[in-house]
């Protein structure tokens, strides 16, 4: 065993007082006490790429959570958790949404489209896919699905946006790689703009 | 010091009726946290750094939402969405001001369920408070910002009182400036508080930078007639184009007639941890035209009286330039 | 030369799955029976655990397991360990906790007391360099070489040469760790009319690479599996069998796509070890995944800069001398660039005579790694104006200025004034000259209102090609060709582009070939690591070499089949066949047929001696399946291959806010001959934005009171967004052979950032009339204050802040 595993001395850092930080004590509060009644069921129906799933939600569970580990779609990628970069862009009734910052009990009665809900039931692609291949949009890949989505969401509304219109709409989906110009030109081809 | 990213144990409760989730916010008081579109608070949960026992969702209720004309002006649901003010015929008509200003926020994902009292509710940005530190606003004894070496770049330049956090809100200083009122409800009643007096600064109360108070809910936004229509600028410097924070945002309202400027109202935000009403600038402009000439008589009426912190002294520049440029158009 | 494939675009085959969501990233990967890790790190930049208390966290339902410092092999210190309990950095991880769910681990991890004992700890490397001034480790603050090797070593200057640096001069007489120098640096100097002597600060910054690092690993019958998120393929498997301690052979690693790198994952990195022994010691599936957070502070980050230097120009405008000195910020890994930097400039502007000196400084700040261009962009960067400067007190053009001094083919290369395989800048200029307009753009007007206009240019070298590793090409009796490749994924489809080297020798068509990549088992080549711009340059090499050797036996088989010797053969449209008479020969799929029958080194049972380990158990995995070609590049190469780029920006600079927009950007790469003209397009355009990020966003920033960063997540460390470059971008490549490779193609991946930084930070001086900042980022807060007057000062040397 570890030598180092045993004991219980523990002097807190000075800049670190609040201790929420490093200690955890009392954070906890809500595993502890007993809830007020009236609270959701955990066993819920969310739509899903056009099928309605049953599944199990923890109260506080996100979107992103569970596409990726109960639903198995794992293409609405996790980039920070935190609704900073986009990769977990997902449509909720058509309007782009950070999946990893939306409550998974807050799309019951809505409708979710992943990147694995666009294709079409034969498997051809959606004419944004088809444009992001051609443009070769992705480097990396991770920020594409999202990128996708967003697109679609965006020609939707907006069958023929401008570069400018096109990238206002893009601007919550970062690409590390920085390859917006490849995706612009992926918009401009989906929406027929670039022969 | 663990960091984490997995959402904690919490419960979720989700009302249809203002009246339930009242009476939920009164029950659960400081152990409820309100949730509209939940930008500013999953990344505090996630943190461990707020610990709040339940979620009251108040997206299922339906008077929340809307935008309404009434007697005098408009009436904004507080669930209405930063994406639903920048395309509201009504906003874009009368109000383009809140809309230039709810345009700007963060991201488009963002401003899908961003609310507008979300935004206008949401937390200061500070990186010290932020990271979970005990800080005057985190209810310790110190301010880690307001110190020779300290990282306060984006901190305030007016109003410091312990704590030198500024307010985030891009719609905040539009709201101030259009004069909007605040509706509070709460299982006692209804109260309507003016946005200039709805934010406060850590003077008034170092923990909180609005005055709902547990158990009260602001269940919409009205805007009177007093500026529809006015001549409006608003504008936002943040390092980034996207997702980012103003470092001086500016938003102005101006009623002209025969070539002169008869009233106005200019508000900055970043600036302090309030959007703080420009009035030695409101003074000079009024009577004034719009011209460069009069922009220059402004000089340093901005930034009069600041205190800059060491990284911040550029804010006082910029927020002299914001005015000027507010007046211009 | 006319080729099939070279110089075409295609459609990668993992950009398929990029596109629908199917392709398969570390964390994606799930395994019956897998449990979790997270981290525990440190929360102070300094000390040393005394105690870890799990005891709670440990009787907790669902913890599994708890892995620490004192689990794993001892690290080599100073070093980058997987666990530690020597804290010199906060974000430090110091345990992993293993439960069920992530969910759980991270609730146990609050349960975890530690009892650590704080150390002094300092964020700015002149600070550290201070006499007096504190040392991130114990043991001093440099690395410094003994009669054993490398040891930490306390070093430091006197206030006063601290402070003469910090006033932009030479310290004087004080101890470096690093210096070279070619040519006589004085006499040079004699020649010169313009000397330019400036400070400079560029600023490090994390890497954050979209997808969290993630591992995942199991064991079956004593071999590892290890799903990974890094950079290149074939280039972890000897080092990561290393770290896990066990033969090359029973190692199996899988990493079909990998969520950007740039430079911080191009080999396995020490807290892979974390799964890998968590699932050994639990005998279970571990994926540790990490979050952003945690990205910040294990990810990786480019090295920070102090700098001063002298150049001088002759009246004709030659650069004739250079004189640098650099203190990288290290952070706690104590890595610095400095050489590549000083290295860089020899190359872009070719001095007759040059001195660096240098010492790398450890800082109690994330550790640094090499981040796309190291030490070169950062360089070119803030170099960019102050030889505008020079020029401009010369009376010349910036442009022509660095046409006049450009390489060429007699170009010399860094210390040892070594020679390039070829450079062709020049023309590179000339192509950029012509496509940016730039003798229109320069004499536009500038002033309008608050608004003024500022163009730019700016130059940037890496080194862009190795060699000497191996190719396989497989032609099956399928009649399908797999090219094999140990190129990893992360995102410049030269996985791809490579191979398509093997396919024009083979002269097959493209989509009757199967890329053969991601997962060692499937018997791949010994590659090199997917980082320093040398992919298509060293592995159109590697391939061709394969395919060569596949080529050859295929005609030695027709020759035993048919009769003749080799060279009375000749391949085409899948067939080898009589030159003569065309109609006899063997198919492709019947060569491969005959292979498998007649063994030996055609069939894979045998392969040349001098291939790698790797390879040679990757022909034994393959071997009977057909036609094995295999080989070591052994190609002649002599001299450094470059990769060059030149960057051309126009900005316009609002003087109330600080802010400017790129109006329009144009990178023109000189590469050698163009592969694949997409995935150039993705190098020039990403490299931009990436330059862009440099120039005027990406920074640390900590707190020096108490070690803390302060710009941890994505919104804070501010990579560009769509909005914060140009709307459209453009590029174009010289597209000259390399005369020292067979289809002439280098690498541009980091110089094509270099580049594009050197534009921007040379369009920012040119529209406030030259003003230098001296650093890197330039943000809007600097600017201001430079229109305002306030008292800015950028001669303090201040890194690590705002």
Known sequence: MNPRLTRRHFIKGVIYSSAAAMSGAGLYLANAQSRPAAAVERLISINVNGRTRRVDVLPQETLAHTLRYKLELTGTKLGCNRGECGACTVLIDDVTNYACSTLTHSVKLRVVTTVEGLQSPDGQLHPVQQAFLDELGPQCGFCTPGQVVATVALLKTNPKPTREQARQALSGNLCRCGAYDHYLNGVMRASGQLS | ?329 | MTFMYIGKDFTPPDAMGKITGQARYAEDFRKAGMVFARLLTSPVPSGIVRNIDATEALRMDGVVGILTADDLPAAPRPGVPALSNELTYVGQPILALVAISEQIAENALERIKLDIERRPFVVDPLASLTAGGPDAYPEGNVMSRTADGMALKSLKWSPDAVEAFRNGSDPGDVEYTTEWSYGDLDAAFAECSVIVEEPFVTAGYPHHSLEPRTCMSYWENGRCYFHGSLQSQSAANAPLARMLGIELEDLCFINETTGGGFGSRIGPYPFMAISGYLSRNLNRPVQVRITREEEFFIGSARSGMQGWIKAGLKPDGRVAAVDVIIVNDGGSSGSGSGASSAGAISVVYQPTAMRFRGVSVFTNTTPRGAQRGPGQNEMHAVLAPIMDKAANQLGMDRLAFRRLNAPDNNAKVEANQGPVTSAYMREAIDMGSELFDWPTRVNQPRRNGSKVIGVGVGMAYHGAGNNGFDGIVRIGPDGKIYLHTGVGNLGTYSYAATVRAAAEVLQCRWDNCEIVRGNSDFGLPHSSGQGGSNTIFTHTRSNWVAAQDAVTKLKEIAAAELGGTIEDYSIGEERVFKTATPTEGLTYAEAAQRAITMGGRYSGAEYPDDINELTALAVQRIAGSGLIGVAKDNLEKNGTAPGLAIGFAEIELDLDTGKYDIRDYLGVAECGTVVHPKGLSHGMNGGGVWGMGMAGFERHVYDPQNGLPANVGLYQSKPPTFLDVPVSMRHSAVNIADPQTPIGARGIGEPAMGCAAAAVMSAIADALGGHLFNRTPVTPDMIIDHVAQNTYNNKSLKINTF
């Open chain 2, 1 to 329: 010091m663990p960091s984490h990213d997995v959402m904690p144990d919490i419960e979720l409760y989700q009302p249809v009726q203002v009246e339930d989730a009242l009476a939920l916010a009164t029950r659960l008081a400081e152990r409820g946290w309100l949730l509209g579109g939940g930008q500013d608070t999953y990344g505090w949960l996630k943190d461990r750094a707020k610990v709040p026992e339940a979620m009251i969702d108040l997206n299922g209720i339906e008077s929340l939402r809307g935008i309404r004309e009434t007697a005098d002006g408009i009436e904004i649901g507080a669930l209405t969405t930063l994406t639903e003010l920048v395309n509201n015929p009504l906003i874009k008509e009368r109000y383009s001001l809140l809309a230039s200003a709810a345009e700007k926020v963060a991201s488009p994902q963002i401003r899908n369920v961003g609310t507008i009292a979300g935004n206008v509710a949401q937390d200061v940005r500070c990186w010290y408070y932020r990271r979970g530190l005990s800080c005057y606003r985190a209810g310790g004894n110190l301010c880690y910002a307001d110190t020779p070496e300290g990282m306060n770049r984006e901190h305030a330049i007016f109003g410091a009182s312990r704590c030198v956090a500024v307010t985030p809100s891009d719609t905040a200083p539009a709201l101030v400036a259009l004069e909007a009122s605040m509706v509070i409800r709460s299982e006692s009643g209804e109260r309507v508080v003016a946005a200039e007096d709805f934010f406060i600064g850590p003077n008034v109360d170092i923990r909180n930078t609005t005055v709902l108070r547990p158990g009260e809910i602001l269940t919409s936004v009205r805007l009177p007639a007093t500026w529809a229509n006015a001549t409006f600028y608003f504008e936002k410097v943040a390092d980034r184009n996207a997702w980012d924070f103003a470092l001086v945002s500016i938003a102005a309202v101006m009623r002209e007639s025969g070539g002169v400027i008869q009233d106005a109202r200019f508000v900055a935000g970043a600036v302090q941890c309030t959007p703080r009403r420009l009035l030695d600038v409101e003074s000079a402009v009024r009577g004034q035209p719009r011209t460069e000439a009069t922009a220059q008589t402004l000089g340093t009426l901005a930034s009069q009286g600041a205190q800059p912190l060491n990284h911040n002294g550029f804010k006082l520049h910029l927020v002299d330039s914001l005015a000027k440029r507010a007046l211009i158009g």
